[in-house]
Each structure stands twice: as C-alpha cells, then as structure tokens.
C-alpha cells in the first residue's frame, strides 16, 4: 500500500471480520512505526433496497430512485446507489 498509512517505515497487519447476521463487516488495520501503534477500524454496513429505504425514512427521508449496477455494468450487480430527497 505504498505510504498510504504512513510516510516512515512501517508494517500494517490487516485481519477481516464478517458479521452476516448483522450484515456488517470490519477491516482492522495494526499500523506499526518505529516509535508508535495505532489501529484503524472500517466497519461496512451492508444493505438491501428495503432496509436502506427503511433506515432513510425512519431518519426523514425519501427513496427517489435506485441506480443498480452503480460501480459496473453487470446487470446483476451487488452495488446500488440511492438518490434521496429530505422530507
């Protein structure tokens, strides 16, 4: 990853979780320079048409459209983009 963390000499530990029941998962990232160590938490949250459009409107918003396919082509794509309007 270059220096992507870090402009001095380091190592980075990467470790995976997968929550699938809560459709979550973590990257957690151990950076480790020469005189300090730090951590990095990703936490991804995955959704549904249905549970995004739940989650927008509890919180006053509303589903305008879907974009499938948001970052390919494919046809049957996992990615989706959601344009929202406050309400």
């Known amino acids: 990853m270059g220096n992507f963390w870090s402009e001095e000499l380091h190592y980075v530990f990467h470790n995976a979780f997968s929550y699938q029941d809560e459709q979550i998962s973590l ?44 970052d390919v082509e494919e046809v049957n794509s996992t990615t989706f983009g959601v344009v929202a309007k406050a309400v």
């Open 27 to 70: 990257d957690h990232y151990t950076i480790v320079e020469n005189n300090r160590t730090w951590d990095m938490y990703n936490w991804l949250q995955y959704f549904t048409h249905q549970s995004i459009q739940n989650e927008l409107k509890a919180n006053g918003f509303e589903v305008v459209d879907f974009i499938n396919g948001f």
